[in-house]
Structures are given as C-alpha cells and as structure tokens.
C-alpha cells in the first residue's frame, strides 16, 4: 500500500505569514493527491485536486503543486479562517491520509 | 450539484454490528466510486474500503477486511457500509465520500459511531 508522510506535524504561524507544508508519497501516484482542511466538527473539505486543481470557491492564496511523490500546499497569506488541520491524500491506489497538519496561530 | 446525506448517530454495544447509510443526490448513481473514511476522536483519517454501486464490487482496507462489508442499492440510490464486531476503538466518525473521476470533493456530513457498554 502507498504510504504518505507529511510534514510538519504542527506549524505556528502570523496573519499574513506565507507557509508551506509538504507531502511523499512511498511510490509514485502521478498527480492524484487532494488537499483538505478541516476544523473541529466539520468534515474535511477540499481544497486541491489533481495536485493543483483548486476547489470552485477557494481563494486563490492556496496553491497546490507537484508530481510523482513530493507535493506541497502552500497558502501565500495567512487569514484567521485559515487556522485549521491540513491533510494531504493520495487516490491513485486506494485512499491514503497524511497524518495532518495543525496550523496554529503563533 | 452534488450532496451527500448519511445516516443519524448510533450507539452501539462492543460485539454488536452497525450500518450506516449513504445518499448521494443531485448527480448520476452510475458515474461514483463510493468511499468510506473513518476518524476516531482527536486522530487522522483512515480509509476503510470503496464500492462500485452499479456493479457492486467492492474493495477493503486490509485492516477491516472481514470485518466490513459495503452494499449498494440501485433502487433507493443509496450505499450502506456494516461494521461487525465493535469494540472502543471503533468510536468514531464515519464518512462517506465520492470519487467522481479523478475529483473527491463530494462528502457527507460524517456520522458519529459510539461503541460503548
């Protein structure tokens, strides 16, 4: 089964703060990782399919990029209803999770 | 546009089975891949296997196999997933989620699954 890592695991940053997380995949999948966010009590919503598709209605400060096993979401300008846990997914075999992201607020 | 209903909250006891169901609307029965996702309280997300509605073939996580079992309803439009042999681990909030070529942005709104004596 395709493991994937994500890193880090918890990233404290500002309003305004440009951050990156990333993700490896244990094998190639293409470009077939999502991205979501998700806050408590809520289901995960999507921000980026197809490695860099973003989602109808995500702003534009989110941008997904890359192929094959290293991907990264990076969100150009932290806004407070950014503050939320990320995880990365890969659908080219099964479904698999990255273990997530907590962003928080420094 | 696409929306995904689930079943309400169940509670459950450890040794008892559970099903949960699934109700896409607003597209076409045919064209999804129906994925169930699992998190446990304060953890990640894990997959628990998919299903093919109209050909209802079915593809498990090797951790729940034997223990899970998706069926699909043509008739009613509607995915039910069965988890057997509960025990507090399975405490959780269960998703069902659409693939619809190679977007999976179409979930449902999550139920709680409580396994408690």
């Known amino acids: 089964d395709i493991q994937m890592t994500q890193s880090p695991f918890t990233l404290s940053a500002s309003v305004g703060d440009r951050i990156t997380i990333t993700c490896r995949a244990s094998?190639?999948?293409?470009?077939?990782l999502a991205w979501y966010q998700q806050k408590p009590g809520k289901a995960p919503k999507l921000l980026i399919y197809?490695?860099?598709n973003l989602e109808s209605g995500v702003p534009s400060t989110f941008r997904g990029s890359g192929s094959g096993t290293e991907f990264t979401l990076t969100i150009s300008s932290l806004q407070p209803a950014d503050f939320a846990t990320y995880y990365c997914?890969?659908?080219?075999?099964?479904?698999?999770f990255g273990q997530g992201t907590r962003v928080e607020i420094k | 546009q696409v929306q995904v209903v689930q079943s309400g909250p169940e509670v459950k006891k450890p040794g008892s089975s559970v099903n949960v169901s699934c109700k896409p609307s607003?597209?076409?029965?045919?064209?999804?891949?129906v994925n169930w996702v699992r998190q446990a309280p304060g953890q990640g997300l894990e997959w628990l296997g998919a299903?093919?509605?109209?050909?209802?073939?079915?593809n498990y996580a090797q951790k729940f196999r034997g223990r899970v079992a998706f069926t699909a309803d043509t008739s009613t439009m509607s995915v039910y997933m069965q988890l057997s042999r509960l025990t507090s681990e399975d405490t959780a909030v269960y998703y069902c989620?659409?693939?619809?070529?190679?977007?999976?942005?179409?979930w449902g709104q999550g139920t709680l699954v409580t396994v408690s004596s």
């Open positions: 989620a659409l693939r619809y070529d190679d977007y999976v942005g179409y």
């Open positions: 197809k490695a860099s």
């Open positions: 607003g597209g076409s029965f045919s064209s999804y891949i």
């Open positions: 997914q890969q659908y080219s075999s099964k479904w698999t």
């Open positions: 094998q190639s999948i293409g470009d077939l």
């Open positions: 299903i093919i509605p109209t050909v209802d073939v079915a």
